[in-house]
């Protein structure tokens, strides 16, 4: 796999009294979890709260102490995101899920925002993308608010 687009940028500084937003990372691969770690240690007001490349560790740790948002591939090593993605859309509604695969055709796209996915990117060309979708959910440019 090859991932492009992976300039630096600079990180916002967070607003006074915030509290970071806790985030998992829910992927398979370890190359590509150590290269979300580093997207998200630049990001200011993100917590990197847990790491999984299951399904089944991932919901159970979800349903323990919901984060405020998931990174999720599809393709995991005991099952597939949409499991991951049905758990935190019935059980966790303020949780942000935004899919980052491989499989970012149309049919993937839609199948994935229809069931709940708050955003959906292209892991290979769309990091930049999905940097500041995670850098307005952690209070930066958005609305986004969590109540947890």
Not at 8 to 30: C, G, Q, T, W, Y
Not at 75 to 104: F, I, Y
Not at 120 to 131: G, Q, V
Request: charged share 20%; proline share 5%.
């Amino acid at each position: 796999m090859q991932v492009t687009n992976t300039e630096s940028l600079p990180a916002p500084m967070p607003a006074r009294n915030a509290h970071p937003k806790r985030l998992f990372i829910v992927e398979d691969s370890d190359v590509v979890r150590a290269l979300w770690r580093t997207v998200v240690a630049r990001i200011a007001g993100l917590s990197l709260s847990g790491e999984f490349n299951r399904a089944s560790t991932a919901i159970a740790a979800i349903r323990r102490k919901p984060p405020h948002v998931v990174l999720l591939d599809i393709n995991l090593n005991d099952g597939n995101g949409m499991e991951v993605l049905r758990v935190v859309t019935a059980e966790c509604p303020m949780t942000k899920v935004v899919v980052v695969s491989n499989c970012a055709d149309a049919t993937h796209r839609k199948y994935f925002t229809e069931a709940g996915a708050h955003a959906f990117y292209d892991k290979s060309h769309e990091l930049a993308a999905m940097r500041g979708m995670l850098e307005r959910l952690a209070g930066f440019g958005s609305s986004a608010s969590f109540s947890y």
